[in-house]
């Protein structure tokens, strides 16, 4: 039997490498000589810690080894990495590209008239005439890069953003668009790409997830889908926090002098099924969850404690503001830096509920895009601005990106419909070009018409930023290596400073 070539797949950095035994495929389709897991449950002296401690000196060398100002990177990273950590601003909804970051005058010219190019169906099919746009764009920091009056505080921060214009979907309904975009694949039952980076890269934090969602209040269509490890091991699926005092039900033991015996209790338990059943993963899965969650009793209560963060930084983000969802949203923000300051890999911000529609006006376009910036403008320009002077920018990417985007011509009368065929999606730190743009879309901001892309060829940016090819980034399932983009995706080396 010949061997695989080593660089075909990657091997999770997350696992130690496998040793002497018998030549099998490990899950990330690499040969190598490994213990089945059940031999090694059954005969290993050290038992399930010594499974813990060589989880643990994997996690320390692989943050040893992403230092992103370090140039000899090893860990199985297939080239130098620009971030070790992603933050996804999911916009819910459905953002609208002409009013927020792609400017077009020729809307302002036809604003009332007849749309003047052919119209692809819509979800509602109830279109009106051409729509301009209610707010004046101006040109921001040294870059002059155009941004909408409805993002002041964002618009500071201009020559840190890469605003790519021309992203596209291949769905044009919110549950379907929402799978493509968080899976790559516009159905239920892929892994996520935060259920892909943690795969890949592992843990650099032993007391809280790889991948935590912090939720704002409103569930994405395609509900918790979005955030699966699919045919991952389940441990990679994302873990939710809630944006309140209070993130998770229950973290704080009512009787914390009787854990010891429970854990004890659960070990033999598990090492006792593991013995007989024939698929100890899912065991596996269960015994590393249990232990995170009794260290999370103590991590996240720490976590969500703001009392150490200083005025100065509560009032920047709008801890206290009189609108409720940019409290929210504040908090949230807040909260993701505090987790990328502890290691986690990949945080998620689900939008705060604004009293009527999220990002998905079908009317009363003015009120309802204002009263959504107005809950996420301020935290995310003040969390830029933290991670800048905190040194964590570099290292982190900022990905802002709804499902879609939405029509130049009205959906009724003061309303945008959905529109998968030309949209803005924007990115900062972590590598890339700020200040600039890239692709385009037609006079209308209808289609995209200069260097289109699709959510894959983002999934691949975002690994890339991560030191990860995405071509060899896979796991074998149904027969076949399965990866984030599948036989799709490009690098862009246009979006790099």
Known sequence: MSAVQPDRYFCPASRPRPFAGTMRPGRAGRWGFSFSRRDFLRDAACGFGGIALAAL?????????????????????????????????????????????????????????????????????????????PWEFAPHGQSGLPISALFPHLAKHADELLVVRSMTSQFSEHTSANYFL???????????????????????????????????GLTPPGGLDNFSSGFLPADFAASTLNSSPSPIANIRDPHPSSVGGTRDLLRALDAAAAEQLGNPDAIEAAIRNYELAFAMQAAVPELVDLAGESE??????????????????????????????????????????????RWDQHANLKKGHEDNALAVDQPIGALIEDLKQRGLLDQTLLVFAGE???????????????NPFGFSVWLAGGGMAGGTTYGATDEFGYRAVENPLMMHDLHAMILYALGIDHRRLTFRFGGRDMRLTDVHGEIIPAWLA
């Open 404 to 418: 879609f985007g939405r029509t130049p011509f009205a959906q009724g009368s003061d309303g945008r419909d959905h």
């Open 182 to 216: 968080h899976t790559g694949l516009g159905f239920a039952g892929r892994p996520s790409i935060g259920a892909w980076v943690t795969y890949g890269l592992g843990s650099e934090c032993e007391n809280l997830p790889s991948y935590i969602v912090l939720n704002g």
């Open 57 to 133: 000196a994997a996690r320390e060398g692989m943050a040893a080894n992403t230092d992103a100002a370090a140039e000899d990177l090893r860990g199985g990273l297939h080239h130098r990495a620009r971030a070790r950590h992603v933050i996804f601003l999911y916009m819910d909804g459905g953002p609208s590209q002409m009013d927020t970051f792609d400017p077009k005058p020729e809307l302002q010219k036809r604003h009332g008239q007849p749309f003047a190019m052919k119209i692809e169906r819509t979800q509602f099919d109830n279109n009106g005439s051409t729509l301009a746009s």
């Open 312 to 357: 100065v930084t509560r009032q920047a983000y709008g801890i206290d503001h009189p609108h409720p969802p940019t409290a929210i949203y504040a908090r949230q923000c807040l909260l993701a830096r505090r987790l990328v300051e502890r290691g986690v890999r990949f945080i998620e911000l689900t939008c705060p509920a604004v009293g009527h529609d």
